[in-house]
């Protein structure tokens, strides 16, 4: 090999030498890379498989052990409900696997994302998206404090409603698809306080589409009052809640995705039940806000088909919330009662 020439063209051989020796480098660790996901996608699949047929064989013990419970002998009640017991144990054990595992996406989320993968391999991951989840809730709750207190107070105009409405569409519209992405990762929040963000997400899209005139004035004030108190409301209950979540963490008491919830859970009981006053009158208030729309809707001049259509998703966040809140609680003094009792 001849010695490279003197001079600027010399140096930039050099370089490329350097270069090219990292670059086979760079191709042997990609090829290395390559094998190794390969060999993970393999392993994916086996636990998926694996961990599925035996979820379907512990579906049919659970059923066999149920229809011959009663016919069997006295005596074998402990063994069949420790049988139970490590049924239910051992689910709760793959629901953990699983959120290590690709899964396919629910109907929401398949409608919004398509097929994409969207399940967090490492722990760490997890963690970031949702604490970001966490912060995204926290940044845009004090955002919508300050604007409904703005529309509220400031200024009386329908573009900048529209924009405040316009944000609570594309605010509840994220937080569906980052919950639902949150579920695919581990995450237990389930039932109603899923279900209210899509029912928010509506009325918020009627609102938006209000157009201005003698009905949207009678409620506009109250509602943007309404909207300054639940944000307010969501506001302590990130504080209160995330604290009391990381306490509950530490202790090994929760699970470390378990997220702050716009509701009363049984885990919130320690500290957190000066809440409740808080949300049972925002709960209240959002029956007045049905009844006050129903009213306006049985008005003569009124015309707009919004009225109604905003009425009734206040009625079901209501009944929702109430009911759900009152069963928390119903629940906590149940089980505190046989506690007691017990002692």
Not at 88 to 101: C, P, S
Not at 146 to 164: E, K
Not at 248 to 264: I, K, Q, S, W, Y
């Amino acid at each position: 090999m001849h010695p490279p020439p003197p001079g600027p063209l010399g140096n930039c051989l050099r370089d490329w030498e350097n270069l090219q020796q990292d670059f086979q480098s760079i191709q042997e660790a990609h090829r290395l890379y390559r094998l190794k996901l390969e060999e993970l996608t393999k392993l994916q699949n086996n636990c998926t498989s694996s961990i599925s047929r035996q979820k379907k064989h512990l579906q049919e013990l659970a059923l066999v052990l149920r229809k011959c419970k009663p016919s069997l002998p006295s005596g074998t009640e402990e063994a069949v409900q420790e049988l139970e017991n490590q049924i239910k144990e051992r689910q709760g054990l793959f629901f953990d696997m699983e959120a290590y595992l690709p899964k396919k996406n629910g109907l929401y989320l398949s409608l919004v994302l398509g097929n994409v993968n969207v399940t967090l391999l490492s722990k760490q991951a997890k963690f970031a998206y949702k604490d970001e989840y966490e912060k995204f809730k926290l940044y845009l709750t004090i955002i919508l404090i300050l604007i409904s207190f703005t529309c509220r107070f400031l200024l009386n105009s329908r573009v900048t409603d529209a924009a405040f409405n316009f944000l609570l569409v594309w605010y509840y519209c994220t937080l569906t698809i980052r919950e639902s992405i949150l579920i695919n990762n581990g995450s237990r929040i389930k039932g109603w306080w899923v279900f209210h963000h899509y029912v928010s997400t509506f009325l918020s899209g009627v609102m938006l589409t209000w157009p201005d005139g003698l009905m949207y004035q009678r409620f506009r004030n109250q509602f943007l009052s309404f909207s300054m108190y639940q944000s307010f409301v969501q506001f302590l209950q990130y504080y209160y809640q995330s604290g009391c979540l990381y306490r509950l963490r530490a202790l090994g008491e929760r699970h470390t995705m378990d997220l702050t919830v716009e509701g009363f859970q049984s885990w919130m009981w320690r500290g957190l039940t000066f809440l409740l006053p808080f949300l049972f009158f925002g709960h209240f208030w959002q029956l007045f806000n049905a009844l006050t729309l129903f009213n306006l809707a049985r008005d003569p001049e009124c015309k707009e088909w919004q009225v109604l259509m905003c009425g009734f998703p206040f009625l079901l966040l209501f009944l929702g919330n109430f009911f759900t809140t009152l069963r928390v609680v119903h629940q906590k003094f149940h089980s505190q009662w046989h506690g007691s009792k017990k002692e």
